[in-house]
C-alpha cells in the first residue's frame, strides 16, 4: 500500500476524543477548536476507552463550527454516551447532540437524546415547525438501558431519502424521509451534551449531566454492517499479534514464481483474511508461505484469481504498485527498533516497489518471479539477508513482520488492503503491531487453513504440524465464549462447526508442540445467514431461473425488497456464451458441480 494512511469510506470529517484533556478536535475538515477553551481536567470524567471523556460545568458549552466538519445532506455522527447522574426514570429530556439553525428563513434541526420516556435513545430531524404548512418532523428510537449507567453506543445516519439510529451496533428504527431539504448550515455550530440553561421543569432539568467520548462525523451513512463491526471492535478490545514460526528450507528453491519445491510442503504458511480498513474478513482470501536458507529468506505468496485480467498498471520500479493486484512484504529483524522496517511489494507482472520505512530511494536486490494461472496466481520471491543489514538468524530469533494483498477495485471504490496482521489505519502505522516470526533450526514448519465459509457461521479449518502437536481454537462472542476446543493430534488435524446464533465474533487459534509455540492467530468475524437459492432449469431455452429467500436480509435492507416479500425472482442464467442482449446488463459466473467447472453461465439485468 501507499504511504498514505488507508482511506476510509465514506471519509472522517470529524474526531473529538478528549484524551489530550482537551475539547479540540483531533481530525477535522473545518476548525478544530470547541468553545470551550478550558483543560478537562476539573470535570474529566473516565472515557470508554478508559482514558478521558467530556462532561460539562455549570454555564459551559462544547461547540464547533458546522463548516467542513458537518456535511448535513448526508452523515453519520457516532459516539459514546452514558448517564452521569440520571437512569432515565425522571421523565426528562437530556441530549447528547444537537445542530439547529436557519436556512433561507426555514429552520432546521438534528438532535439525539435520551427522550422523556424510558428505555431508549433518540434521533429527532425536524424542519419547519411553529404551524408552518411544510413542516417535517422524524423521531425515531433505539433500545437503549440508561439505568444500568453503563456506557452506549449511538450511531445515527441520514441522507435525503432516510434517517436511522443505531444503539450498541444494533439497527432501532429506520425511516424513509421525503419533503425535506437538507441545508448546510456553514455558519451555525453543533454542540455536544449541551444543558439545559432556561430553568427547571417536569422535561428538563439544569443539573442533569451526561458524559460523551469518542465522538466521530462521516460524509456518508455507513453502513450497518460496518456499525456493528465498529462496535465489536470497540467492545472487543486489542486484538493480538499473530505468531508463525520460520523453519529452514527442506530443499533447493528455484525462483520461477510457480511454488513447486518440496520446500513449499513443508514451509509455515498462514491465511492473509483481515481487510485493514475494518479489522474484520474480507470476502477473498490470499495465503503466504515462508522459510529460510543460509543467505537468504523466502517467501511463497498464493491468491485465488477472478476472471478477467489481473491489474498490474504499474511499469517501473518503486512506481505505484500497491494501485495493482499486489503482495506486500513487512521485514523488520530488529524487533527493538520497530519503525526501522523493510516493504516490498510484487504485482503479477513481478514489478517491484521496496522501501524501508516507506522511503523508497533504497533498493535491494529481491529476486521475483511470478505464475499466473485461470483461476490463481503466485509470487515466489528470494529477500538476501545482506540487504536487512542481518546474517543467517539463529534459532529462536524473532522478527516482526506481515503479509498482505492488495485488491484493486473499478474507481471510485477504494482497494481493498488484506493481512495477516492487523494495524489499524494502514500497514505502515504501528509496526510495533507486526506479526512475529520466529526462526527455527527444523524444516517442518507450521500451517493453518482457513475457509471464507466463517463469513456466514461455519468454521472450517486445518492445521497442520509435525508429529504430536495441539490445537486449541476458542470463539467468543457477546455472550462469552460459544465454541471451544483442544484436540491432540498428529501432523494434521481439520475441524468444521456451525456457529448457530453466532453473528461477530473473535476467533482465537494456537498450535504448539509440547511446550513450544507453533502458530497463533486471532481475527474478528461477521456471520451472516446465507441467502438460499432455488434453481429452476429451462433446458428447451437454455436458461436457468433463480429465486432467493431474503428471508435473511439485513433488516436495513428488507425495506428495499419490491413488494415487501420474503422471496424474489432475482434473473435468469443463460448457458451460452454469447454477447449480452441490447439494453441488457450481463455478468458472467462459471457454474460449479461437485469442484469441477461445467460451463460459463451469464447473468441478465444485474
Known sequence: MSPRVLAQEPELLF???FGDLTANAQVAKGNPKSSLSRDLGLTAQEGFNQKTALMLGDGEECAYETKGNLNLSAGTVSFWAKP???????GR?????????????VPFGICVDSPNSSGSARVVMNQGGGGRPESKLYQLNGKADWRSLKWHKIDVTWDQKHVAIYVNGRLGERQEIAGIRLPKLEGGKFCLVPIFHSGDGTYHNGRDRSVIDDFEIYSAPLSSDRILQRYMADIGGEVPPPMLIVPRASTAVAIDGKLDEGTWATSSRVPLPINAAMVYLHSQWAYASICYGADSLYVGLRSDKNPGVLISDAKERDGNVWED???ELFLTPTPATPNDFFQFIFDSAAVV???RHGRREWNGKAAVKTSVAEDQWTVEARIPFADLGTGTPRAGETWLGNFCRDWPRPRPAQPIYTGWAYIQGGFLLE?????????TDSTQGARLDLSPALNTGTLELSAVATGAATLDVSVKSESGTV????PSFTDRVQLRERLKGV???MLAVALRSGERNLLSFSMRFMAREPIELSWLPDPVNHRLGVVADLSNVDPEWAPFVAGGGRRADLSRLEATPQGPAPGRARRHWQLRQGGRRRRLVHVDGV
Open 431 to 439: 509496526p510495533e503491531k507486526y506479526g512475529r516470526r520466529v526462526f
Open 483 to 486: 465454541f471451544q476446543k483442544t
Open 353 to 355: 516497489f521496496d522501501a
Open 15 to 17: 474526531r473529538v476524543t
Open 503 to 505: 453473528k461477530e465474533g
Open 84 to 90: 452521569h447522574n440520571w437512569n432515565d426514570t425522571e
Open 325 to 327: 493486484d499486489g503482495f
Open 93 to 105: 429530556f437530556k441530549k447528547f447532540f444537537r445542530v439547529y439553525g436557519s436556512e433561507d428563513g
